[in-house]
Every structure is written in structure tokens, then in C-alpha cells.
């Protein structure tokens, strides 16, 4: 299998070098080389350490970035450091006996010049390279464990539908293949992603049983970039029991997906479940104390509570949640001249609407921020200021070619053209057409509760909310705080998995996030699905922002209001200024306008969502900001003396 030679790797390291630009031959592009090389040692090894080839080539073409379209000398040149290591190995394939080198070689060159890029890069990721070193010349691949036959059993509580399939459950064979049998407890994930995250109990050969982890099975680069922004972020942060990550990720050449362990001190009855479920058991009176006795002081000492002043414009936080502005049709290189719109940071919001079906756009200077290869599409964004920021004003450009074109994450591209296909405006109407409206979704308003009978359409007003100013606070934040991902321990203790989105963020877009999931799990399945429970729900939200009792609902109904409530007054704890509300009313809007789009949130949760963000809107009209001039649609914000939203 490892004995490839040199004249086949240097074709992959070739076409690498023309993908991006170079014209010529670096130790990158040799390293490169080695990883496409399907089953090939340097992948195999790579995987070892928990990474994917795909993953460590990203991180390559980052460090090195593109060249030049324009070519100023002919062949492909060598790099000094790339004759180098050719000489080492071939120098290693002399010993051998052998005339020419082979992909081992070649690697252990790489590995003993230890200066290269692709070096540099792999210290960064974490990577043994005294281990690859060893094993680069040993490594023979043990094909009879290759695809490890682990005995998954399922508990009661883990339901039949949706089933594992089959790329799942080779990942998780391949986490647990020291252990003869694990049991699948329940799903724990709650959320509106397609992850899966599940309470595994792992089995010793003689039937004891070892404590249970929390499984978190998704797409490789997202569960490689989980596990390095726990180690930037969350690592050092953590109270002393909960939950972590103690291994690395587990990856296979064979799928596009990776797994990750969460480990946590297990109870002596293992109870250990989701907020969701452990709701039932707590009570929904509990919840909310246990939210502010348990969850915001645990965490909250390192996190929301370690906060400090910070002025933004609304985009900057919150322009991500929403569907991209822009789906371009790649156009390739057509000539400048044809141009109908250009777009560059600063975005100018109100230039978008001027976009008609069809224009011809050039986006210049925006960075990579996902590769679809299955998809042939790249979305990108502006990429600059804060974590939020750098993802504001996506833009996905569709039919790339992109065995062709090299794109990696965190490219900054020049300038790239297509045509307009769809805007995000189309999006969100799409998205509110799916909850079958009873009234028109692109009118300036829709009908109300009775104590406001019409309330400001956020599919529309939510433009103008974005340009606005808040003076808020910064903290680290999780990033996805749902019900499915706080965990209910031992003796009612509070654990938090799945950092996928943890970062230095608005301190209270946690806690709109969580009373999103509050409506949508404990309320809406109290409620009911239909518009008539929507605006129930909006009419008891509507109290609570007034601080009133609530209106004459079903007891039940009004009980399961409680954790939302405790989260208020957390909430209140975290505002930058006292009883200045509007600030947490801008992350109530935009989280429950995003909410409105996720097609895994149910029927009657979206429609509570597009009222609870109308009747946010609504609130936040209760403090002048000044409108914005030419706007499209009338501004829902009277005139003012500035844009500063909190003041």
C-alpha cells in the first residue's frame, strides 16, 4: 500500500501548486501530495491523531495563501527546502536499496527537515510529531481493524426513529473499538441541527459496565473546529466537574463525519439527562430555580458574569443568524465591463435591494467561510472584527467547479462573480410560508394580541435594527445554549456539552437563545400548535416584558412560563444598564427571527417565534433611535437624536 512512488506524488503535488497560484514545487505541495493519496500512509497516520487530510490541507492553504493568476516565469521551480527534503529522501531510498523514493520516504523527509510549513502547521493543530515521526517508519495498517466490530445495543429510552445510519455507526464502533459492546442510552440533542448527540454506556469484555459519555457525531471540519475552539476557549474556563472533552476527535478516511467524546462524573444511578427530558423530573417550577441556583453561578463566574462594556452595531452579533443576503450563479471571468454591481466591506445594506434576478455581481475582498464539495458551493462573508462578525453578510456562490478551483476557509478572494439567483429577502418568505400564514407576510405589519393589535413585521423590520448601535457587554458566551445542551448530573449538578459555537460574544444572546428553547419545548407542546396558541403565548410574553401577571390562560400554561421567567431575571443581572431593556430585546429579536427558518423546530414554535420577535420590535419602538435615510420599507424606529438603542 506505502509504496508509491515519487513520480505519482509529484503529480498530486503539482496540480496543488497550479490550484493555488504558485507555479512551483514546495514542501506544502509535496505535503499535500502525500495527503490526497486515498488509503495512503500520511492520511492513515493523520487520521491516528484524530484530523482529517481534508482538514490539515485547509489549514495548509490558509498559512500559505494564493499567488498570482499571472505567471512571471515558466516550469515549476523547487523551493530550496523542498530540494532539501527530496534529498533526504532520497538518500533514505538509497539505503533501501531502492532508486527511486516512495511515499514513507518522502514523509520521513518531511518529518526530520521539521521546518517546513506543513510542520509549522501541524504544531499548531495539535499535532505528535514525535509519534508521526516514530510511526512514519513502522506504520503497517491492520486491515482487520480497519472497521471495528463493536456490539451496539439501545436502551428503552433511545427511540427507533430516526435510525443510526450506517456512516454514524462505523464512527462509533471506531470511538469505542477498545470495548467489546456500548449501549446507546437516549438522544440528547434537542436542538435544531442535524447532529447527532447521544448518552453512550461502554462495555468491558466481561460485562462491567464503564461510566457514560456524551457522544457528539457531525461533519468532520465542524467537529474538528469544535474541538479547537474548546481548547481556545472553553478549556481553562470550565468549573472543575463537568463536562469534557478528553480525547481527540475520531475521524475515518471512509466518511465525511468525526465524532467527539464529552466525559463527565457519572451519578450512581446514571440519570444523567438534557434539560428537555429532566424537565419532566425536576418539575417546571424546579427548572427555574435550578437555572439560577445551579447553571447561571456554575458557569457564570468565568462566563456571563466576567463580562465588560461593549459598543456594537447590531450586524456585527447578529447578521450570521440570518439566511445569506445573497445566493450568487458562479459567472467565472466575465469581462469587467458587464459588471452591473459591485459589493465590498463596508457592506451598504440599502445598495442590496437595487439587486434584481439576474444582475451580474462582483463581490471583492470576502473570505471563505464553508466549502460544499458535494454541492459544488462556497459560502463567504466578510470575514473581518469580532468571531460573529466575520460570518456577517454571507453570500453562497453555487455551480463552481471546484475540482478545478481551490477554495479553502479563511481565503480572502480578490473578487468573484456570479449572478443574482436569490436574496435573502426570497429566504425569509419562503421560510414564513411554511408555517402557513393567515395574513400577508410582506405587509409592514401582522395582527397582533389584543393589548397590540398590530405588531411591526420582523421579516421586514429587522433591516433597520441592524445598523443600529447598542452599548451591551462582552463575555464568553456558549454560542448555542438549548435545552438539549445543559445537562442535569448527580445530585442536580449543572454540565454544558457542545462547544461548536462558544467565543467572546454578546453576554445575553445566551440567554435569548434559551428562552427560545424554553417557548419551543416546555410551552408550545403546552400551548398548542395553531396561530390562536401562538398569540397566547405572545400575550403572556408580552406580560412578562411588562412585568404584569399574567393574562387568564389554562393553569398549566401559565406554570410552564416559569424557567422563562427565571431567565429574566438572570437577564437582568447580565444588562450593561440597569432596566435598560432594549439591549436584550435586539438578541430576543434577531434569535427568534432565525428561529422562524429552522424546518426542525415545529410548526407551532415558528409561529410563536415571528410573534415574539414582532412584539421584540414592538418593545424596542418603546425607545426612540433615529430612522435610517432612503430605507426601502418605512423605518420602524421614530426619530431620535442618535442610534444608540440603550442609552
Given amino acids: 500500500m506505502f509504496n508509491i512512488a515519487l513520480r505519482d506524488i509529484l503529480i498530486n503535488a503539482k496540480q496543488e501548486s497550479f490550484r493555488m497560484y504558485h ?5 506544502e505541495h509535496l505535503f499535500i501530495g502525500l495527503l490526497e493519496i486515498q488509503g495512503g500512509l500520511t492520511r492513515s497516520l493523520i487520521e491516528a491523531q484524530g484530523l482529517t487530510a481534508d482538514y490539515v490541507i485547509d489549514a495548509i492553504r490558509r498559512q500559505t495563501g494564493k499567488g498570482s493568476q499571472q505567471r512571471l516565469w515558466a516550469g515549476i521551480q523547487h523551493t530550496p527546502r523542498a530540494n532539501i527534503v527530496m534529498s533526504i529522501g532520497n538518500d533514505l531510498a538509497l539505503e533501501d536499496g531502492r532508486q527511486e523514493m516512495n511515499e514513507r520516504d518522502l514523509l520521513i523527509a518531511i518529518l526530520e527537515e521539521n521546518d517546513s510549513i506543513p510542520i509549522r502547521v501541524m504544531r499548531k493543530l495539535g499535532v505528535d510529531l514525535e509519534m508521526l515521526a516514530r510511526e512514519s517508519r513502522t506504520f503497517v495498517p491492520d ?6 466490530y463493536v456490539q451496539i445495543d439501545y ?25 467489546s459492546q456500548i449501549r446507546v442510552e437516549r438522544r440528547l440533542t434537542g436542538g435544531y441541527t442535524q447532529a447527532l448527540i447521544a448518552l453512550v454506556t461502554p462495555k468491558q469484555g466481561d460485562g462491567s459496565e464503564d461510566a457514560p459519555v456524551v457522544v457528539k457525531i457531525d461533519s468532520a471540519d465542524l467537529i474538528l473546529d469544535e474541538a479547537m475552539r474548546y481548547d481556545q476557549y472553553v ?20 466518511t465525511d463525519l468525526a465524532g467527539l467524546k464529552y466525559t463527565f462524573v457519572a451519578g450512581v444511578n446514571r440519570t444523567e439527562q438534557n434539560l428537555r427530558l429532566g424537565a419532566r423530573d425536576l418539575g417546571i417550577q424546579r427548572v427555574g430555580r435550578w437555572l439560577q441556583e445551579e447553571l447561571y453561578p456554575y458557569f457564570g463566574r468565568t462566563w456571563w458574569q466576567a463580562r465588560k462594556p461593549y459598543r456594537f452595531q447590531v450586524w456585527q452579533e447578529y447578521d450570521w443568524l440570518l439566511p445569506p443576503i445573497l445566493t450568487l450563479e458562479y459567472a467565472g ?3 469587467s465591463s458587464s459588471i452591473q454591481h459591485v459589493l465590498r466591506d463596508p457592506i451598504r445594506r440599502r445598495k442590496l435591494t437595487e439587486l434584481e434576478y439576474g444582475d451580474l455581481v462582483a463581490v471583492e475582498n470576502f473570505s471563505v467561510q464553508r466549502v460544499y464539495p458535494e454541492k459544488d458551493m ?3 462573508a466578510i470575514g473581518k472584527g469580532s468571531e460573529a462578525a466575520k460570518r456577517a453578510y454571507k453570500i453562497n456562490v453555487k455551480n463552481i467547479n471546484l475540482a478545478q478551483n481551490a477554495y479553502y476557509r479563511g481565503e480572502t478572494l480578490e473578487r468573484i462573480m456570479g449572478r443574482v439567483w436569490k436574496n435573502r429577502e426570497e429566504l425569509l418568505q419562503h421560510a414564513a410560508g411554511e408555517i402557513f400564514p393567515t395574513f ?8 397582533g394580541i389584543p393589548e397590540v393589535e398590530k405588531l411591526p413585521n420582523p421579516l421586514l423590520a429587522y433591516e433597520d435594527l441592524l445598523e443600529l448601535h447598542v452599548n451591551g457587554s462582552l463575555s464568553k458566551i456558549h454560542g448555542d445554549l438549548h435545552l438539549g445542551n445543559i445537562l442535569v448530573g448527580p445530585n442536580e449538578s449543572a454540565f454544558l456539552i457542545d462547544f461548536a459555537q462558544t467565543r467572546d460574544g454578546h453576554a445575553l444572546f445566551d440567554w435569548a437563545t434559551l428562552e427560545i428553547s424554553l417557548i419551543n419545548d416546555l410551552i408550545v407542546p403546552v400551548a398548542g400548535q395553531e396561530w390562536t396558541n401562538a398569540a397566547q403565548i405572545a400575550r403572556c410574553v408580552y406580560a412578562i416584558n411588562r412585568g404584569a401577571a399574567l393574562p387568564n390562560v389554562p393553569p398549566e400554561l401559565a406554570e410552564s412560563f416559569a424557567p422563562l421567567q427565571a431567565v429574566r431575571d438572570i437577564v437582568n443581572e447580565c444588562l450593561a444598564k440597569q432596566d435598560k431593556w432594549a439591549e436584550y430585546f435586539v438578541a430576543l429579536t434577531m434569535c427568534s427571527l432565525r428561529a422562524v427558518t429552522w424546518d426542525t423546530m415545529s410548526i ?7 410573534l415574539i420577535a414582532g412584539l421584540a420590535l414592538h418593545e424596542l419602538r418603546a425607545r426612540p433611535t433615529r430612522s435610517t435615510p432612503g430605507a426601502r420599507t418605512p423605518s420602524y424606529f421614530e426619530d431620535s437624536n442618535d442610534t444608540d438603542i440603550t442609552s
Fill in 23 to 27: 507555479y512551483y514545487l514546495g514542501v
Fill in 143 to 148: 486491515y482487520t481493524n480497519s472497521h471495528p
Fill in 155 to 179: 436502551s428503552p429510552d433511545f427511540p427507533v426513529s430516526p435510525a443510526l445510519n450506517e456512516n454514524q455507526l462505523f464512527i462509533l464502533r471506531r470511538m469505542f473499538d477498545e470495548y
Fill in 235 to 254: 478549556k481553562t474556563s470550565l468549573p472543575p466537574l463537568t463536562a469534557r472533552l478528553e480525547e481527540k476527535p475520531t475521524t475515518a478516511e471512509s
Fill in 333 to 335: 471571468e466575465e469581462p
Fill in 378 to 380: 462556497i459560502q463567504i
Fill in 440 to 447: 400577508d407576510t410582506r405587509a409592514d405589519h401582522i395582527p
Fill in 604 to 610: 407551532g414554535g415558528r409561529r410563536a417565534m415571528l
